[in-house]
């Protein structure tokens, strides 16, 4: 009768290796560079409008506070205040829980961020740099 009662719960421990196997292999590769499959990260860094970015990337470090400072993120704000888009500039993040929403491009990976705007705090997506981008585990 024993037998009979541990048949589920080993299978419930092989269904949860099993799910876990794919995560675990893609979370340990040591190439940096591979596409990473995380839906929940967190963003320390700059981050904003494409092109923005990249402008601030292609800034020297001592004029990069100066370039935050001038291109602060604005967005266009929707008529129903449900949603802010069409931003340009840049923000600061500091350890901000993000979704991420597209992570196909090699340099940036586009997230789903609360910023606070003049008219108060609303979800944007933009980009970040990869490297700023730490998938929540």
């Known amino acids: 009768m024993k037998c009979l009662t541990l048949a589920p719960v080993l299978a419930g421990f092989v269904a949860i290796a099993l799910a876990a196997a794919p995560a675990l292999a893609q979370t340990s590769s040591g190439d940096s560079n591979s596409k990473r499959d995380c839906a929940i990260g967190y963003v320390t860094g700059v981050a904003g409008s494409a092109q923005s970015v990249r402008d601030y990337l292609a800034t020297p470090d001592r004029d990069r506070i100066r370039y ?13 205040d ?3 888009s069409g931003c340009t500039g840049v923000t600061l993040l500091k350890n901000e ?6 992570d196909s491009d090699p340099a940036t990976t586009a997230i789903v961020v609360r910023v606070e705007l003049d008219r108060g705090t609303y979800p944007v997506i933009i980009v970040a740099p990869k490297n700023e981008v730490k998938c929540d585990e």
């Open 97 to 102: 829980k993000v979704s991420v929403y597209d």
């Open 82 to 84: 449900s949603h802010a």
């Open 68 to 80: 935050l400072k001038d291109n602060d993120i604005q967005c266009k704000i929707a008529d129903d």
